[in-house]
Every structure is written in C-alpha cells, then in structure tokens.
C-alpha cells in the first residue's frame, strides 16, 4: 500500500531563511508527487508536480523539489522564506495505477519577521 | 468559476442528527474525493468515486454515505452524528493518469457536532 511519511512536523524560521521540508513515500511503481500548501483557513492549493521527466521541477513562489528515486523522497526547498510562507504544507502521492491521493501528515511552517 | 465548490461552508449541528454536504466540480474530471482533515490538521481520504462508482471506502463508519448522481456531484451524508465527525471536510477531484493532471480541493466544510 502507498504511504506518504513527512518527517518535519513543525519548522520555525526567520525571514529569509532557507527551507528544506522532507517526503518519502512507500510504493514500487510509477508514482505521481505533489507539494500542496494550506494557507490558515483556507482549501489546499498545489504548489508543484512531477510526473516525469526533469526530476527537479519548480512551483509556484519560487518553491523548487527534487524527486530522488532511489531515496522515494520528493524534499521541498525554498532558498529564502518569507512571513507570507507561513501555512501547512503536504506532500501528497498517487500509485501509478491507483486513483488514491494519498497525503503526508503534513508539515506546518512558521516565518517570523 | 468555481472549479470544485462545496455547500455548505460551515455546518453546526446536534448530536444525532444527519445532515448532508453537497460537492460539484465542472472540471470535467472522472474522480472525485472526499477527505477529513481533524484538528491537528491531519488530511485522510474518506472515498473516492470515479464516474459515479465507488471506488475507494477507507475505514470510515456505515453512517457516512457517499452519493455521486452523476460523474460532476459527489454528496456526503452522514447519519447519526457525533462528537467526532467534527472537522473540515474537503471536497477534492482530479482525472489520475492523464498527464500534468492535479487534484483540484473545494474550500472545505467545517463541521462542528455539539
């Protein structure tokens, strides 16, 4: 069965500094990888994808992951956070032959000024 | 244009009551979710139907039924409700395998049993 593991519950950071926000998932084929992000009080909205191809593909403001598949990891960077980036963020999968979104238990980032 | 909306946002009832939260997407997309998200933010998938069928029931009590009319409408109602069903319910859908597809979430429904 395909899991999804976040390893950062809760990470506090300063304006600017740089973020890395672990994932692995647990599945033996073809897997689709997503990075969403929950702002406080509202719906999930996608940050990034891969699906294939370039194993570094970036999102939306100027988040970046890295697929790595001999580590099943899927790790979010950011190279200089800001207070805005505040929310809870998920890593999410779905097995290549399964209609399951499966989500992490997500990670939630704090920024302080 | 909404692409997946929920009704109602926000739902408080009694203990022992059903109630239902309604859930469209016009998107075009074959599967549709549900998902419970509790109070520590926790986000677990509930059912998951594609093209009106059930696919996908995880563990979740015989009070909650889904009911998709059509491939565009995935309902949830939940009998008997208590304490514990209180949480953010997020409507979600996508169409897994096509290429450079995504699961679109509706804003949630918060529910709060008392």
């Known amino acids: 069965a395909q899991s999804v593991s976040q390893h950062n519950h809760h990470v506090i950071l300063s304006e600017a500094a740089s973020l890395e926000l672990g994932c692995n998932y647990s599945?033996?084929?073809?897997?689709?990888l997503f990075w969403y992000v929950q702002y406080p009080g509202q719906h999930l909205q996608l940050l990034l994808k891969?699906?294939?191809?370039?194993?570094l593909v970036k999102g939306i403001k100027g988040f970046e992951a890295e697929f790595i598949k001999s580590k099943f990891s899927f790790n979010l960077r950011k190279p200089s956070v800001q207070w805005s980036d505040t929310a809870e963020y998920f890593c999410?999968?779905?097995?290549?032959?399964?209609?399951?979104?499966?989500f992490g238990t997500g990670t939630r980032l704090q920024v302080f000024p | 244009d909404t692409a997946v909306s929920q009704t109602p946002k926000y739902l408080v009832t009694q203990m022992g009551n059903d109630k239902s939260i309604k859930c469209e997407q016009n998107?075009?997309?074959?599967?549709m979710y549900w998902y419970k998200q509790d109070s520590k933010k926790f986000l677990k998938i509930m059912f998951s139907?594609?093209?009106?069928?059930?696919?996908i029931n995880e563990t979740v009590p015989n009070r909650f039924s889904p009911k998709s009319p059509d491939k565009a409408h995935l309902n949830l109602h939940i009998n008997s409700l208590e304490l514990g069903d209180s949480a953010v319910y997020f409507c979600?859908?996508?169409?897994?395998?096509?290429?450079?597809?995504?699961?679109?979430f509706g804003q949630g429904t918060r529910l709060t049993v008392v």
């Open positions: 979600a859908s996508s169409t897994p395998g096509q290429l450079n597809t995504e699961a679109f």
């Open positions: 599945y033996g084929g073809t897997v689709n």
């Open positions: 891969y699906f294939s191809g370039d194993p």
């Open positions: 999410a999968v779905i097995g290549g032959n399964t209609d399951k979104l499966i």
């Open positions: 998107l075009g997309h074959d599967t």
């Open positions: 139907y594609n093209n009106k069928e059930l696919i």
